[in-house]
């Protein structure tokens, strides 16, 4: 047996398909990609080298550009109102003493839906003349608004969506954080004085920076990736107002046959992400020490 395992053959054996699976899926997937980036390709016929024509057409494109404003808006509303709401709920549940386990599997039962039936069942709540929300500000004299199909409500109305998925995955992993505190922390705290409000600002949050770091980067990449719940509550309508860089690349390959320039649009979306998130690593996360309880 000892053998068997000192033969440099028996470890290429297990590491050899799994490189191979590897390669052939992703690897080269991705490889493919960036060569038809720089191509006038329609899917069917050959495709044509054009250099940097394609990301330059994007980089001139206006309805590039407001896909891109529209993922800075989920970038902006993920990291200052999303982030803070998933600190304030599972803030809130670490200090309920029954039913917690309850809590924390209602809370987390969104993420684990289809994001098609999560578009779908909001698209049934946003319903202008038999929507549930509208039926509730009517009670209050409001007249309908047409949540899906006005541009000034649309990303809004996305945005609150996409949100309510996703957040009860975040607030596991904060909820995972606190919980970790050890408790002798805040009952000292509760001894000197300190409310509830105190502990957690003074000692609750502090000590969880490192994964509100980690949930505001994954919130970053999630809002950059954004496309399924557009595409199923909007598409990208109205007007564009609720097009993003991910949809807008999809229009383009497969509506208009642009595989060329989709898929320079998906280049750019992986570039972006990828700046996206160094940059926050080197200016906020690697500020982020261990923190030793």
């Known amino acids: ?47 044509r080298y054009i250099g ?55 809370v987390f039962m969104p993420s684990i839906l289809s994001t098609a039936v999560i578009g779908i069942l909001w698209g049934f709540i946003f319903e202008p003349e038999i929507g549930a929300l509208n039926k509730f500000l009517g009670m209050f004299g409001i007249e309908p608004i047409y949540w899906l199909a006005d541009e000034k409500w649309a990303m809004l109305s996305v945005l609150v969506t996409n949100a309510w998925q996703w957040m009860g995955f975040y607030i596991v992993l904060v909820l995972a954080a606190i919980l970790a505190i050890p408790k002798e922390l805040g009952e000292a705290a509760e001894i000197d004085g300190a409310n509830y409000y105190q502990r957690a600002t003074s000692i609750t949050i502090p000590l969880i920076k490192p994964i509100i770091s980690v949930v505001v980067m994954l919130s970053i990449a999630g809002a950059m990736r954004v496309i399924e719940i557009v595409l199923v509550m909007t598409n990208g309508g109205p007007v564009g107002a609720t097009e993003v860089m991910a949809s807008y690349m999809v229009t383009r390959a497969i509506k208009y046959g642009e595989y060329g320039f ?26 982020q020490e261990r923190i030793e309880y």
């Open 1 to 47: 047996m000892n053998h068997t395992m000192k033969n440099p053959a028996v470890y290429l054996m297990f590491i050899v398909p799994s490189i191979a699976l590897y390669f052939l899926f992703f690897i080269y997937p991705m490889l493919t990609s960036v060569y038809y980036g720089f191509t006038d390709w329609n899917g069917l016929e050959e495709p």
């Open 262 to 287: 989709g898929t320079a649009l998906s280049i750019l979306i992986f570039v972006i992400a990828l700046l996206l998130t160094a940059l926050f690593q080197l200016t906020v996360g690697r500020n």
């Open 52 to 106: 940097f024509d394609n990301f330059m057409k994007a980089f001139e494109d206006l309805d590039f550009w407001n896909a891109v404003k529209n993922n800075v808006y989920f970038i902006l509303f993920s990291v200052f109102i999303q982030v803070p709401l998933i600190i304030f709920f599972a803030i809130l549940i670490s200090g309920v003493k029954r039913l917690q386990g309850l809590y924390k599997t209602t």
